[in-house]
Every structure is written in C-alpha cells, then in structure tokens.
C-alpha cells in the first residue's frame, strides 16, 4: 500500500495512474494478445531489480525449445521506430541491454521498438523461419496496449514495494497493487537460502524460505495463484572485457577503478571492497 504522504502529495500522478488502468482494467482502452507465446519481464519500480540478468536466464531456459525473440525498447539509443538488431549494431543504434543480449544470444532475434504492439506485429511478419515462436519483453510491464500471455514482476528483496513511495519521492514508477496483475513474481538479490560453507542444502533451504515466502506474499498482497519466487546473484570470476586487448595480470592488482551502469550497485559494491 502507498503511505498517505505519497497519495497527498503526488496526488496527481497517484490519480492518473489509477484513471489508466482503470480505463484498460474495463476495456475501454484496448488490450491486444497475439497468437503466440508472450512472456513479459518488469517492474513496478525504476531500475535495480535485475531485470536482464533475469531475462537472460529465460533465455538460456528457453532457447533450446522455442525459436525466440528478446524485444525491448532500447532505451537511449539514437535511432526511432523498429530495429532488429545486427552483429554490427552499437549501443546507440539498439541501446546498451539489448546489444549485451545479443553478443551473449547471437542465434536468437533481437529487436527494439517503443511501441511494444507494433514491434510484435512486424517481428510476427517475418518470413517463416525466422518468425519467433515465442516473444520476451522487456521492461514492458507498464506497456498494457499488449496482453502478454505471461507477466513476471521482479522486486528487489533490499528495496521492496511495500517499503516504497512514488516518484519522485520514491522509486516507484505504477501503483504497488498493479503486481496483482503478474502470474509470476520474482524477488531478486535475496539472500542464498540454505548456504552451508558455501554449499546449497536443498532441505535447509526448504526450511528457511518457507517462512519468508509467506510473509512476502502477505506482504505484497499475493493471491494463491501467483508464483512466488527468490533469486540470487552469484558473480563469476573477474575477466577482460575484452579478451585480446586485456592482460589477466591486472586481475591480481591492488588497485582498480571500476565503472557500473547497474542501477542498484550494492550487492556489486559489497562484492568488490
């Protein structure tokens, strides 16, 4: 629920942000759905919930059985309208996640487009074999001109929506009680359930998440049908960006200066002092 300073203050945008989805929630703006599988990856709040690493690991999850499509909105690129992105493409003709997406997935089809109905329409109209079985969006959960077929909501565990207020007070972005709308809700950067000298206990992590998750979904305000799920980060070992121009000596440096366009760093900063 939103505090009453958020609901006083921001008391416009809080207005026009139930007028929105009131009009879609009754149909009087319309909805679109398609005839195959769309998989949404958000947020209710801005940035910081881990959204490519997570749609990323779908991908993996996924690429082995479906014929897929990442589209995003590329944000901050310099180019308009829809773009499939190339092995050529720099961040400012796609944007920065999308062209990682498609150096880590050079088989799957990567697309930008702000209007995220028209983008699945022309990624729909391409000739068969390229066409998309299935379609990710991402950061789209605010996007509701598409119906996707299935919604996951990310929610970092160290700043959760409950304990959060609207822009610009806060970091939210939609109203809190729009994660009813997720099949799925995934909370990210969570603890490592079940840790015992740096091993998982399948039955520890049983008994430690059984309590957490009920007060998370009473938190949140699940219903019975949603998933609930917990992520955590585990990085790998530091290496070259790139690998024919670094030396892995300097991994072994005393000193370093790191650069981050993460949106929520602390878990990274931890790591690294």
Not at 63 to 89: C, E, M, N, P
Not at 161 to 186: K, M, T, W, Y
Not at 237 to 252: F, I, L
Request: with cysteine; aromatic share 10%; hydrophobic share 40%.
């Amino acid at each position: 629920m939103l505090s009453l300073k958020s609901k006083i203050l921001l008391f416009p945008y809080w207005l026009t942000l139930k007028i929105r989805h009131f009009l879609y929630d009754k149909g009087i703006k319309k909805s679109y759905s398609f005839p195959i599988p769309v998989i949404c990856i958000g947020n209710i709040t801005v940035g910081g919930t881990g959204k490519t690493p997570h749609a990323e690991m779908i991908i993996g999850m996924l690429q082995d059985k479906y014929r897929i499509a990442l589209l995003s909105r590329g944000y901050k690129r310099k180019t308009k309208g829809f773009r499939i992105a190339t092995d050529t493409d720099t961040f400012a003709e796609i944007g920065d996640e999308p062209l990682q997406i498609k150096h880590k997935f050079p088989d799957i089809t990567v697309a930008v487009c702000a209007d995220r109905k028209e983008g699945i329409e022309k990624l729909l109209a391409l000739p068969e074999g390229v066409r998309p079985e299935l379609i990710i969006l991402d950061d789209a959960f605010q996007h509701r001109r598409v119906r996707p077929s299935h919604s996951i909501v990310l929610v970092n565990w160290h700043n959760p929506i409950f304990s959060d207020n609207l822009l610009p007070i806060g970091r939210l972005r939609d109203l809190p009680e729009q994660i009813r709308r997720a099949e799925s809700v995934i909370v990210t950067k969570a603890p490592r359930f079940g840790e015992h000298d740096g091993i998982i206990d399948d039955r520890l992590c049983a008994e430690q998440i059984a309590p957490v998750e009920k007060e998370w979904r009473s938190r949140l305000g699940l219903n019975a049908s949603q998933n609930l799920c917990f992520s955590t980060i585990f990085y790998g070992e530091p290496r070259p960006v790139d690998s024919s121009a670094g030396d892995s000596r300097y991994v072994y440096s005393q000193n370093a200066i790191f650069f981050t366009g993460i949106a929520n760093d602390t878990e990274f900063r931890k790591l690294i002092l």
